[in-house]
């Protein structure tokens, strides 16, 4: 696969809105953002369509959606209408994937675990040393979320699960930079609240 393909673009910029989107569902239900009537169920809906066409592009790239996702069900994340939405179809895209042999079930399974695993044991420290600041920005990094789909693009040499992980995030964190600056929040203060996106526990 050449390093600019059209896989990857597509992959690349679909994370990217995703990442957006998703932050964005979660501003309109947890921290105050309003725009037009409805704003927060289309926000849900875009998300649900950028999400399930990741999931059908690629095995290793429905790997990492599906793994997070229901990482996010698992650990009961997806608390509102347009996260529901979200969820539930990129679920339902993914078992149609994986009904056709379009799903990466090892990887699937490993980031699910990994997801499961780190996510219980950042929990355990963020409570049990919350006052220890440096500790604090570090676990905000979320470097697990980084590590698992890394990990599956070394494992299948292919750069996808990367890219897809890469520009979701930076979707995310462009958009909760740029709302953390619009309400004077900090960013640590603004990404403890329980949000459905790349950017949480």
């Known amino acids: 696969m050449m390093f600019l393909s059209t ?28 725009s037009f009537p409805r704003a927060s169920e289309l926000s849900g809906l875009l998300w649900a369509l950028t999400g399930a066409l990741l999931i059908a592009i690629d095995p290793a790239v429905a790997a990492v959606w599906l793994a997070t996702v229901l990482y996010w069900f698992l650990r009961r994340k997806l608390d509102h209408f347009n996260h529901a939405v979200a969820g539930v ?33 950042n929990t355990w420290l963020k409570e049990k040393y919350a006052a220890r600041v440096r500790l604090q920005k570090f676990l905000r990094l979320r470097l ?54 790349l950017a949480r526990d």
């Open 7 to 34: 896989e990857l673009v597509l992959v690349s910029a679909l994370s990217l809105v995703t990442g957006v989107v998703s932050k964005t569902s979660d501003l309109f239900n947890d921290d105050g953002l309003t």
């Open 144 to 197: 697990r979320y980084y590590a698992g789909p890394l990990a599956l693009a070394v494992y299948c040499a292919d750069i996808l699960p990367a890219a897809t992980i890469l520009c979701g995030m930076l979707g995310t964190e462009a958009v909760t930079i740029l709302w953390s600056r619009k309400t004077s929040r900090s960013v640590i203060d603004f990404t403890g609240t329980p949000a459905p996106t």
């Open 89 to 121: 179809t990129m679920c339902a895209t993914g078992l149609f994937a994986a009904d056709r042999g379009n799903v990466h079930l090892g990887g699937f399974l490993a980031l699910f675990a990994w997801l499961t695993a780190s996510g219980y044991a």
